[in-house]
């Protein structure tokens, strides 16, 4: 049994059809109705697709203009690209640990965290839960820094019934097989600001200040165009676009099976007390489940890792939940980090385990991947 899989129908094809008998296959038409679906769901004055979460990441940071000197306060249990956005641009990230409910920054812990340097709070979505946004934009707006949501986990994700992504400065989606919905590899900024967009628009198309669908329209704009900022090519192509908007119209059924099948398992795995389930009471309403991770809570690594082989062997696939990237060669060689800095987020990393929960498994999958679970433990 998978982890997850991506779920493609007979749209993604017409769409793709379309698409290259269009010969339109660079940022066009099809990127045009993906950003348009996208603010749709999220409610937010703009959205700019680009390659990757990532991209889109180090695209926030660059608008912001972060750079050497600044520091940038990341969750100590995320993906690495969440403190890497900062580090590309030559500001430091600083890791804030974790909240153990919800695995996302601890809003308690930030004020220790931020310097006269600060200039920014990555707060990162985990797993498709909302981090608790208010008091992190309190303390944001006390100290005047900008807020990035990396979303990557997040898409249709609410908090206290508003969509995610345009509640700080910007958001950074991601459209990778493992998320929701997918565009092989993709991503999107969203944000309500529009000289931040207009930012973010030209450092994704090199730079120029002309969007980049009317470029090769003729060949009047390239040579009219002028080149404010030192931009990147991070535009995504229509051909990734056309399956994306195809997979908005799945959004919604595709979450709705996300919620039920992660309701499954919080039933079922209740039974066993060493079992923290995810979410948080207050939080979970608007979670989207884009993993289904778990706590064992004092296992430690062998014993997790013990219990994901049990699994295994029965060929349910699971991963840890992610990593603390503090504890990364690259961050601790740089700057000294150590798990005993980051009690929570270190221990996460060895205590968690993601469950498979993809498109149409069904309630019998959610009992063969439970019963092996609580036998394993
Ligand atoms: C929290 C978080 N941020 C960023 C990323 C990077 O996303 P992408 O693979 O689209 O670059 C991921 C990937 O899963 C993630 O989980």
């Keep these: 049994m998978k982890l997850t899989f991506p ?41 700019l697709a680009t390659t990757s979460c990532t991209a889109a990441l180090h695209l926030a940071m660059a608008a912001l203009e972060v750079g050497p000197g600044d520091e940038v306060l990341v969750p100590a249990f995320t993906w690495i690209t969440s403190a890497h956005c900062a580090e590309y641009m030559g500001a430091k990230a600083v890791f804030v640990d974790v909240d153990p409910t919800t695995f996302n920054i601890d809003p308690a812990k930030i004020e220790a965290a931020i310097t006269p340097n600060t200039k920014a709070i990555v707060a990162v979505h985990l797993f498709g839960l909302s981090a608790d946004m208010d008091p992190i934009m309190a303390i944001a707006k006390k100290h005047g820094l900008a807020v990035v949501e990396d979303a990557a986990c997040a898409i249709g994700t609410h908090y206290k019934g508003q969509p995610i992504g345009a509640i700080g400065d910007l958001g950074a989606f991601s459209f990778h097989p493992r998320k929701a919905i997918t565009t092989g590899e993709g991503g999107m900024v969203s944000t309500n600001d529009e000289a931040l967009a207009v930012k973010v628009a030209s450092l994704r198309n090199h730079g120029a200040s002309v969007e980049a669908h009317y470029l090769d329209e003729d060949l009047g704009p390239w040579s009219m165009n002028a080149f404010p900022n030192l931009g990147f090519n991070l535009r995504l192509s229509d051909i990734q676009a056309a399956v994306g908007v195809a997979q908005f119209d799945k959004l919604d059924a595709l979450l709705a099976h996300r919620r039920a099948t992660a309701a499954l398992y919080h039933e079922r795995l209740a039974v066993n007390g060493d079992i923290q389930r995810p979410g948080s009471a207050a939080l979970s309403e608007g979670h989207t489940y884009q993993s289904y991770v778990i706590r064992l809570p004092g296992f430690g690594r062998a014993r997790r890792n ?24 690259y961050y601790a060689s740089k700057y000294g980090t150590s798990a005993q800095d980051f009690p929570l987020a270190a221990t996460l990393e060895h205590e968690t385990i993601t469950l498979p929960l993809f498109p149409g498994m069904r309630e019998s999958d959610v009992d063969q991947v439970c019963r092996a679970l609580l036998s394993a433990l």
């Design 306 to 329: 013990a219990a994901m082989a049990v699994l295994r062997d029965q060929d349910i696939m699971t991963r840890p939940g992610t990593h603390c990237p503090a504890v990364s060669t």
């Design 7 to 47: 779920c493609f129908s007979g749209d993604e094809i017409t769409n793709l059809r379309e698409c290259l008998n269009s010969g339109h296959v660079t940022q066009g038409p099809f990127v045009d109705r993906f950003e348009q679906r996208f603010r749709d769901v999220h409610g937010c004055a703009h959205a």
